[in-house]
């Protein structure tokens, strides 16, 4: 409380005060008339023994007093927070333990002063200034590394264990600020290194932030890698730049060279760089990926002798390789409406490059006109289903009679294609399909999926009529039919397409394949797909599927037609290519990221060929990357996901996990999957002072960031609690009882009496 | 509710999965050369590897069975027909999910009525699309046939009419009666073509089978054009078109 007072007058009615005014004025002129004739020394000496006596007659009659405010200051809270993470304690003897996992910090450690010592002493030096704060404020001190934690004040300059592992900085003024409502101002020792969010912009606050600088310590010498900038996905067999960015201190000027490589550890491209003295250094690396899936890579820079530390000279970083496009070779026997909507179909997905070749005028067409005033070019069998064939993905025969455009040794190709480089299949119905394409006896039988049994005597091998479509069981959960998760809804649906006309004859399901939908009227198969080799394959034996994408109304009217259809093909093609989210095998990795000396889990979800969870399969995982390859231990956590403890990682660098799966004594699948393995701690990363993140911040929030000798902000600081108060009431106390002004007046004026008696 | 018009049985049916020539089937002289389309279908049938349905379907306007049918003709010698607007929402939405549409104007006069008409009912069915000369460099003359001269019976216009969407043209209109140049039986034609005669009926023949291989095949001539530099290296050329 700050008492202030002021001068009062307890009888300070102004009727009153006026009539005692002028009887003091009549008094005193009368009395100076009155002294006429008298010596003027003397008459003055009289005049000023009246005014002393009225004027204690007037104290009588107001009876001054002293009046007293009654102040308090309001006392919001003022936030001192020390960031107690381990980067404050490099260089420090308190590093020593982070120095163990990397020896070259050890010499520095040795060498000087830490910012941990440095915030300790500033936090020593200026207990006085906090306890004049704390007339006006509410301090509370805080530390904080991987959150904040409220200390009190003798702790705040003892502070020794500056281990924290992390150090989400923003997050946690954030959090500060919320606990605290009404926070006036932060005082922040920090070497503003947020770990969790690295490089990003600091918020705005709703209470100054003040960041202690301590800019006379030498910044430690080191490089680091600060980020890898990579695309959200590469594709496969095109090249991809990854940019990283190198920060150095002390070591400007210097060429530096940066590397990435593969998670074998196969250099795949290096680049050098001459570094900058201030900021930041970009490396571009460019290098081209061979495979698809979740890839790992690491990437490193020379590490120099007398560096701070070298575990920042290496990074890591995943890369989901995927196709660049899909490219499809569609071949055709006539133009129908089936290859139309199908070319619409492929030729509107910006994932797939098609190329399609159409047979328009076969050998039995009438030939009047003369080649030059046609449009027609030969088939080029030879370069697509020899020299080009290993560039497509997946190849569709639509209504194709091969027999006079395709030698059967080109046939051979495209089954190897299938079996032997993974590549997709499908073969579309029509009259020229299967049986009537004469495909019985070629290689293309060895992929389908389904057997082309003997032909009845003169019987077709296309039948053209209704076809009575339904989903089997697989069909309604499998992927590439499933509209609506639940099968029953499902294969409603289905039905509900409007129907189709048309069906190749003589065909049964091979045991491998999965008959997907089938014609009700006598359970021929319509849809199935089969696993060949290492490829796929699917046979549609009907060649009215276009009639999904042009109905009138019904189920699938409007964009719903449309939608029914590219659905279809959609996934069907991303089946045939192994699209990884279709696989039947799929690992993952539930925690965020894998860290250096943590337990991290590895699941795996396990579908049949009809997508179904497989219960009680066996499960084969090595993991590598964390010393000798291991054997993971499945547990079946529900029907179809497996769960394994991955061993823990000493280090950071690249993990990879294969994992092959057996039920009933068949294979099920494989997958296979590279991960980061990140540092146990971001803290060493980067070290010495970030002074752009603290300049950015102070800015951010209203304050200034200052010099640990600079004793203005904690002043202002003072200064503004000062006059930030509140009058809470007030105490009058009488200066003088009412006799001791009323006897020297009855004095003076007896004086006065007396003394112009005798002077008369 | 569709129709199917005696035509000549080559193969045997198997429904409309394949190729049919659907004709809109409207109040008025909606089929002025009665015998031509049949007689067209036939020689599409010899002349290239479509196998087109013997029959000809009609379309009453409004029917749902338009959908059954990705190609619709619309003839007229005199007026276009007035469509109530079910029927031309439905032509919209036809158009819209990827059906054709080949409008023939059998007067044989420049700007005639139907051709108006024509225009008129596209152009409010698709407000903001243009119908159009096709340049010379169009897919439609390159096809199957190159074409260099636009035929019919008469030569009432050197190009053909259309409108695009996306990277396709669904609507084709024809001023010069290209129909009445197939019209007749085993006995003859039915019109001279003027002033080209047999050549000019040739050619029409073969614009038309450009008509019915551009429905069915969209931009495919102009995506080969692109092939040998996609296919690099393609040396030797093996194999029947």
């Given at each position: 409380?700050?008492?202030?007072?002021?001068?009062?007058?307890?009888?300070?009615?102004?009727?009153?005060?006026?009539?005692?005014?002028?009887?003091?004025?009549?008094?005193?002129?009368?009395?100076?008339?009155?002294?006429?004739?008298?010596?003027?020394?003397?008459?003055?000496?009289?005049?000023?023994?009246?005014?002393?006596?009225?004027?204690?007659?007037?104290?009588?009659?107001?009876?001054?007093?002293?009046?007293?405010?009654?102040?308090?200051?309001?006392?919001?809270?003022?936030?001192?927070?020390?960031?107690?993470?381990?980067?404050?304690?490099?260089?420090?003897?308190?590093?020593?333990?982070?120095?163990?996992?990397?020896?070259?910090?050890?010499?520095?450690?040795?060498?000087?002063?830490?910012?941990?010592?440095?915030?300790?002493?500033?936090?020593?030096?200026?207990?006085?200034?906090?306890?004049?704060?704390?007339?006006?404020?509410?301090?509370?001190?805080?530390?904080?590394?991987?959150?904040?934690?409220?200390?009190?004040?003798?702790?705040?300059?003892?502070?020794?264990?500056?281990?924290?592992?992390?150090?989400?900085?923003?997050?946690?003024?954030?959090?500060?600020?919320?606990?605290?409502?009404?926070?006036?101002?932060?005082?922040?020792?920090?070497?503003?290194?947020?770990?969790?969010?690295?490089?990003?912009?600091?918020?705005?606050?709703?209470?100054?932030?003040?960041?202690?600088?301590?800019?006379?310590?030498?910044?430690?010498?080191?490089?680091?890698?600060?980020?890898?900038?990579?695309?959200?996905?590469?594709?496969?067999?095109?090249?991809?730049?990854?940019?990283?960015?190198?920060?150095?201190?002390?070591?400007?000027?210097?060429?530096?060279?940066?590397?990435?490589?593969?998670?074998?550890?196969?250099?795949?491209?290096?680049?050098?760089?001459?570094?900058?003295?201030?900021?930041?250094?970009?490396?571009?690396?460019?290098?081209?990926?061979?495979?698809?899936?979740?890839?790992?890579?690491?990437?490193?820079?020379?590490?120099?002798?007398?560096?701070?530390?070298?575990?920042?000279?290496?990074?890591?970083?995943?890369?989901?390789?995927?196709?660049?496009?899909?490219?499809?070779?569609?071949?055709?026997?006539?133009?129908?409406?089936?290859?139309?909507?199908?070319?619409?179909?492929?030729?509107?997905?910006?994932?797939?490059?098609?190329?399609?070749?159409?047979?328009?005028?076969?050998?039995?067409?009438?030939?009047?006109?003369?080649?030059?005033?046609?449009?027609?070019?030969?088939?080029?069998?030879?370069?697509?289903?020899?020299?080009?064939?290993?560039?497509?993905?997946?190849?569709?025969?639509?209504?194709?009679?091969?027999?006079?455009?395709?030698?059967?040794?080109?046939?051979?190709?495209?089954?190897?294609?299938?079996?032997?480089?993974?590549?997709?299949?499908?073969?579309?119905?029509?009259?020229?399909?299967?049986?009537?394409?004469?495909?019985?006896?070629?290689?293309?039988?060895?992929?389908?999926?389904?057997?082309?049994?003997?032909?009845?005597?003169?019987?077709?091998?296309?039948?053209?009529?209704?076809?009575?479509?339904?989903?089997?069981?697989?069909?309604?959960?499998?992927?590439?039919?499933?509209?609506?998760?639940?099968?029953?809804?499902?294969?409603?649906?289905?039905?509900?397409?409007?129907?189709?006309?048309?069906?190749?004859?003589?065909?049964?399901?091979?045991?491998?394949?999965?008959?997907?939908?089938?014609?009700?009227?006598?359970?021929?198969?319509?849809?199935?797909?089969?696993?060949?080799?290492?490829?796929?394959?699917?046979?549609?034996?009907?060649?009215?599927?276009?009639?999904?994408?042009?109905?009138?109304?019904?189920?699938?009217?409007?964009?719903?037609?449309?939608?029914?259809?590219?659905?279809?093909?959609?996934?069907?093609?991303?089946?045939?290519?192994?699209?990884?989210?279709?696989?039947?095998?799929?690992?993952?990795?539930?925690?965020?990221?894998?860290?250096?000396?943590?337990?991290?889990?590895?699941?795996?979800?396990?579908?049949?060929?009809?997508?179904?969870?497989?219960?009680?399969?066996?499960?084969?995982?090595?993991?590598?990357?964390?010393?000798?390859?291991?054997?993971?231990?499945?547990?079946?956590?529900?029907?179809?996901?497996?769960?394994?403890?991955?061993?823990?990682?000493?280090?950071?660098?690249?993990?990879?996990?294969?994992?092959?799966?057996?039920?009933?004594?068949?294979?099920?699948?494989?997958?296979?999957?590279?991960?980061?393995?990140?540092?146990?701690?971001?803290?060493?990363?980067?070290?010495?002072?970030?002074?752009?993140?603290?300049?950015?911040?102070?800015?951010?929030?209203?304050?200034?960031?200052?010099?640990?000798?600079?004793?203005?902000?904690?002043?202002?600081?003072?200064?503004?609690?000062?006059?930030?108060?509140?009058?809470?009431?007030?105490?009058?106390?009488?200066?003088?009882?009412?006799?001791?002004?009323?006897?020297?007046?009855?004095?003076?004026?007896?004086?006065?009496?007396?003394?112009?008696?005798?002077?008369? | 509710?569709?129709?199917?018009?005696?035509?000549?049985?080559?193969?045997?049916?198997?429904?409309?999965?394949?190729?049919?020539?659907?004709?809109?089937?409207?109040?008025?002289?909606?089929?002025?050369?009665?015998?031509?389309?049949?007689?067209?279908?036939?020689?599409?049938?010899?002349?290239?590897?479509?196998?087109?349905?013997?029959?000809?379907?009609?379309?009453?306007?409004?029917?749902?069975?338009?959908?059954?049918?990705?190609f619709l003709c619309i003839s007229g010698r005199a007026v276009f027909p007035r469509l109530d607007s079910a029927a031309a929402d439905m032509i919209r939405r036809y158009v819209e999910?990827?059906?054709?549409?080949?409008?023939?104007?059998?007067?044989?006069?420049?700007?005639?009525?139907?051709?108006?008409?024509?225009?008129?009912?596209?152009?409010?069915?698709?407000?903001?699309?243009?119908?159009?000369?096709?340049?010379?460099?169009?897919?439609?003359?390159?096809?199957?046939?190159?074409?260099?001269?636009?035929?019919?019976?008469?030569?009432?216009?050197?190009?053909?009419?259309?409108?695009?969407?996306?990277?396709?043209?669904?609507?084709?209109?024809?001023?010069?009666?290209?129909?009445?140049?197939?019209?007749?039986?085993?006995?003859?034609?039915?019109?001279?073509?003027?002033?080209?005669?047999?050549?000019?009926?040739?050619?029409?023949?073969?614009?038309?089978?450009?008509?019915?291989?551009?429905?069915?095949?969209?931009?495919?001539?102009?995506?080969?054009?692109?092939?040998?530099?996609?296919?690099?290296?393609?040396?030797?050329?093996?194999?029947?078109?």
């Amino acid at each position: 409380m700050i008492p202030l007072r002021e001068l009062v007058f307890l009888n300070a009615d102004p009727a009153w005060m006026l009539a005692a005014g002028l009887v003091a004025i009549i008094s005193l002129a009368s009395g100076f008339l009155a002294s006429r004739g008298i010596d003027p020394r003397k008459r003055f000496a009289l005049f000023l023994l009246r005014f002393a006596a009225l004027a204690f007659v007037l104290a009588v009659v107001l009876r001054p007093a002293e009046k007293e405010d009654i102040s308090r200051a309001k006392r919001p809270p003022l936030a001192v927070i020390v960031d107690t993470s381990k980067s404050m304690a490099a260089n420090s003897p308190s590093l020593a333990e982070a120095a163990r996992s990397s020896p070259s910090l050890a010499d520095t450690a040795r060498s000087s002063p830490s910012l941990a010592d440095a915030a300790r002493g500033w936090l020593e030096s200026h207990k006085p200034e906090f306890e004049r704060l704390s007339r006006y404020y509410r301090p509370v001190f805080l530390r904080v590394d991987e959150s904040p934690r409220e200390i009190s004040g003798p702790e705040l300059s003892q502070i020794d264990a500056f281990s924290g592992s992390s150090t989400p900085l923003s997050r946690s003024l954030e959090a500060v600020g919320k606990s605290y409502p009404g926070l006036a101002a932060a005082i922040l020792v920090s070497d503003g290194r947020d770990t969790v969010n690295p490089g990003s912009q600091p918020p705005s606050m709703a209470f100054p932030v003040y960041p202690v600088a301590f800019s006379e310590r030498k910044q430690p010498n080191d490089v680091w890698i600060e980020t890898v900038d990579t695309p959200p996905v590469a594709f496969i067999r095109t090249p991809v730049d990854i940019q990283v960015r190198v920060g150095a201190s002390g070591f400007g000027g210097r060429n530096v060279t940066a590397r990435v490589c593969d998670a074998d550890g196969n250099v795949l491209k290096s680049a050098a760089a001459r570094l900058e003295a201030t900021g930041e250094t970009a490396i571009t690396l460019s290098f081209t990926p061979n495979r698809t899936g979740r890839k790992a890579y690491s990437v490193d820079v020379t590490t120099f002798p007398g560096e701070a530390s070298a575990a920042n000279n290496s990074a890591q970083f995943g890369l989901n390789v995927v196709r660049d496009k899909t490219r499809v070779l569609l071949v055709a026997g006539s133009p129908t409406w089936d290859v139309k909507f199908l070319r619409r179909r492929l030729a509107q997905d910006p994932g797939i490059d098609l190329i399609t070749f159409l047979i328009l005028r076969t050998p039995m067409d009438m030939t009047l006109v003369p080649q030059n005033e046609m449009s027609l070019i030969p088939f080029p069998t030879k370069e697509l289903f020899s020299e080009e064939l290993p560039t497509f993905d997946v190849v569709i025969f639509d209504d194709f009679n091969f027999g006079p455009y395709v030698p059967v040794q080109y046939l051979e190709n495209v089954a190897a294609f299938v079996k032997n480089s993974g590549g997709g299949f499908a073969m579309i119905g029509g009259e020229r399909s299967f049986a009537g394409g004469g495909y019985g006896n070629t290689p293309i039988a060895g992929i389908l999926p389904l057997s082309i049994g003997p032909s009845a005597p003169g019987a077709k091998s296309f039948e053209p009529a209704d076809v009575h479509a339904a989903l089997t069981s697989s069909g309604a959960a499998h992927p590439i039919f499933q509209w609506i998760p639940d099968k029953l809804e499902n294969r409603m649906f289905f039905e509900s397409l409007p129907g189709m006309t048309g069906m190749n004859r003589f065909l049964t399901a091979r045991p491998e394949a999965v008959v997907l939908a089938e014609d009700t009227k006598n359970g021929a198969p319509l849809a199935a797909v089969m696993e060949t080799g290492s490829g796929r394959s699917m046979a549609v034996t009907t060649d009215s599927l276009w009639r999904w994408t042009l109905p009138y109304g019904g189920p699938v009217g409007g964009q719903g037609g449309e939608g029914v259809y590219r659905d279809f093909w959609t996934r069907a093609i991303r089946w045939l290519v192994h699209d990884p989210e279709m696989e039947q095998v799929k690992c993952s990795i539930p925690e965020e990221n894998v860290r250096a000396g943590a337990r991290a889990r590895m699941e795996c979800r396990v579908l049949d060929r009809s997508y179904q969870p497989v219960g009680g399969a066996k499960l084969r995982g090595v993991l590598s990357g964390s010393g000798k390859p291991v054997e993971l231990r499945w547990i079946e956590k529900e029907a179809g996901l497996y769960e394994a403890k991955m061993p823990m990682f000493s280090s950071p660098g690249i993990g990879r996990v294969m994992v092959d799966v057996e039920s009933g004594g068949m294979s099920v699948g494989h997958d296979e999957m590279e991960f980061t393995v990140a540092p146990e701690s971001d803290e060493l990363m980067r070290l010495g002072v970030d002074r752009k993140y603290l300049d950015a911040l102070a800015a951010a929030s209203g304050g200034r960031v200052f010099e640990a000798e600079d004793a203005s902000v904690l002043k202002a600081l003072e200064e503004t609690g000062k006059a930030d108060t509140e009058i809470i009431g007030s105490r009058t106390d009488e200066i003088w009882p009412f006799w001791r002004y009323l006897i020297p007046a009855i004095a003076l004026f007896s004086a006065d009496w007396w003394l112009r008696r005798r002077w008369r | 509710m569709a129709a199917i018009l005696p035509g000549r049985a080559v193969l045997a049916a198997s429904g409309p999965t394949r190729f049919a020539w659907a004709q809109l089937k409207y109040a008025g002289s909606w089929n002025p050369n009665t015998r031509a389309a049949a007689r067209f279908v036939e020689m599409i049938e010899r002349r290239t590897s479509i196998e087109p349905m013997p029959e000809i379907a009609t379309i009453v306007p409004g029917s749902e069975a338009l959908f059954e049918y990705p190609f619709l003709c619309i003839s007229g010698r005199a007026v276009f027909p007035r469509l109530d607007s079910a029927a031309a929402d439905m032509i919209r939405r036809y158009v819209e999910r990827g059906g054709f549409v080949f409008v023939d104007d059998s007067t044989g006069i420049p700007d005639s009525g139907f051709f108006e008409g024509a225009a008129a009912f596209f152009g409010s069915l698709f407000p903001g699309r243009k119908i159009s000369p096709l340049q010379s460099d169009h897919t439609l003359y390159q096809s199957f046939y190159l074409i260099r001269e636009i035929p019919g019976r008469k030569v009432v216009r050197p190009f053909m009419f259309g409108m695009d969407m996306d990277d396709t043209t669904p609507l084709i209109i024809c001023q010069n009666d290209l129909l009445g140049a197939f019209d007749g039986d085993a006995s003859g034609y039915t019109h001279q073509c003027e002033p080209g005669g047999e050549r000019q009926r040739e050619m029409s023949f073969r614009m038309g089978i450009n008509i019915v291989m551009y429905a069915l095949t969209g931009n495919y001539k102009k995506e080969q054009a692109h092939i040998p530099f996609i296919l690099k290296r393609r040396k030797g050329i093996q194999g029947a078109p």
